[in-house]
């Protein structure tokens, strides 16, 4: 399970970096680099933790967004259940700003 969700949270850093999925402000992997540097954003793996503790399950998909001028990640989780669980986690924090089931 471990192993998974490593490759899950590389998978997912690298789909981050080079596609491009930003709603909002669109970023580019220079900018991201950048805000990981100057610690204005966690790393993936630290965000995914934190979204992990509030909900386990499976990762669907994240993005990070700026709304606002705040960064959020925006995390769906499939819980064992089949349920689908969308987390906003502040970006600098991982704190859940928002949660949605489904």
Known sequence: MKTLNLIAIA??????????????DRLDHDEVKQLREAGQILPMGAVMAGAQSVQPGQLVEAELEREDGIYLYEIKILAADGSVHELYLDASTAEVIERKDR
């Open 11 to 24: 998978s997912l850093g690298w789909l981050l970096v080079t596609c491009g999925a930003w709603a909002g």
